[in-house]
């Protein structure tokens, strides 16, 4: 199996694609005026316009693997994106969150194993 892609849901998609496109730096595959994709590796964050109840905006929790998490924090630091989790060194590896416009998590890691 393969994750091809997993959805954040969004109140304002223009603000979102800004948000993904300026501040982390992702490349846009596709989208119209309801649902963008982002590709992250092989896979794709898409950023999807609210339209039924289950869809939350605010409640979905991704984590992207970096190989230069410091780096990567200290530009998100300097861009003044909302900080979650500040950067912290584990057994496994390092690693901080940030948090979207609409309150998603984006967790960032490096491992070191």
Known sequence: MK???GIFY???LAR???FYKEKIGLEVAFGDDR???FK???SLLGIKIKEIKREVPGHQTIIISTKDVSSLYSSLKKESVTIFSELIN???GRNFSILDPDMNRVEF???TK
């Open 3 to 5: 994750l091809l892609y």
């Open 10 to 12: 969004t109140n304002d």
């Open 16 to 18: 979102a694609t800004k």
């Open 35 to 37: 649902f963008i994709a």
């Open 40 to 42: 992250i590796g092989d």
């Open 90 to 92: 584990s057994d496994w």
């Open 109 to 111: 890691v490096e491992s």
